[in-house]
């Protein structure tokens, strides 16, 4: 068997970090935005008797705002910090169709094709290795139904890519690296999946509530800052930063996935 310790010292990473953000994380403007979150459920195109899985579901904002567009939600999370956070919304705002489960990403505890939607919310980009987790995914969607995926994107340009992965690692260091775009078609088509659409748009972010949300080391705090005031002065091409009303702002990329799940083949 492969040696699992590498996963098992990342995951702990995970942990360590979402523990101490859930409830920033939570109340963060950037993470409960409405229009956000109503576009999310737009993609999954529900109709109202679906069962639908939030993988990475965080504090259980992406399930709180299904819930009363399908039959039950189910989310899953790595964090316990983060899934008491998710009951504890849920319970505040009388949703009675939702419930959370502690489980790893790459090991999900459920029968083959028990949902008919599967989402995921900015988590993509703390995967190590997005392939396993996208084939979980599909193998617990059911035949017909739609995987939906929105995420960090990486600026086009790699030198820009890799600047902006080592900032994110520096606020965060249970950051992987952004997903390209470009490799869904084949991420999907190797899970039996066919990609349906990619959505690129960008999100602008305050400096200084976006990285104290993560509670990094203070040496690795403030070095995130120094690169994006470097961005803002224009040190590294394709990283966009600026100064506003006294504040430093910047963007990253977003990319919204939708791909589905065809029907099973009959056997001979």
């Not at 492969?2 to 995970?14: C, I």
């Not at 009675?96 to 008919?116: H, M, T, W």
């Not at 990486?154 to 820009?160: Q, S, V």
């Not at 990253?252 to 099973?264: E, T």
Request: proline share 7%; aromatic share 6%; with cysteine.
């Amino acid at each position: 068997m492969p040696d699992d310790r590498d996963g098992e010292k990342h995951r702990e990473t995970v942990r360590a970090s979402f523990d101490k953000q859930a409830v920033e994380f939570s109340e963060s403007p950037v993470m409960t935005d409405r229009a956000a979150l109503e576009r999310l459920v737009g993609w999954a195109a529900v109709s109202g008797g679906e069962r639908v899985l939030d993988v990475a579901c965080g504090p259980g904002l992406v399930a709180a705002a299904f819930a009363p567009h399908v039959a039950q939600v189910v989310g899953v999370d790595l964090t316990p910090a983060m899934l008491a956070r998710a009951t504890a919304i849920v319970r505040e705002r009388g949703i009675a169709n939702a419930a959370f489960a502690q489980a790893d990403v790459e090991r999900l505890p459920f029968p083959d094709r028990c949902f008919d939607r599967v989402v995921s919310r900015r988590a993509f980009h703390h995967f190590p290795d997005p392939a396993p987790v996208l084939a979980e995914m599909a193998r617990v969607c059911a035949a017909g139904g739609a995987i939906v995926i929105e995420d960090q994107a990486p600026p086009p340009d790699p030198a820009a890519a890799n600047v902006m992965t080592t900032i994110d690692r520096l606020r965060d260091p249970s950051h992987t690296r952004a997903v390209d775009p470009e490799s869904w078609a084949a991420l999907c088509a190797a899970s039996g999946l066919t990609l349906e659409r990619v959505w690129l748009s960008a999100l602008e972010l305050e400096v200084e509530e976006w990285i104290t949300r993560a509670h990094p080391a203070p040496a690795d705090g403030a070095r995130a800052r120094e690169m994006l005031e470097a961005a803002a002065r224009g040190e590294f091409p394709g990283l966009h930063a600026w100064h506003a009303d006294g504040a430093l702002r910047f963007t990253v990329g977003l990319q919204l996935v939708r791909a589905v799940k065809g029907a099973s083949r009959p056997t001979a």
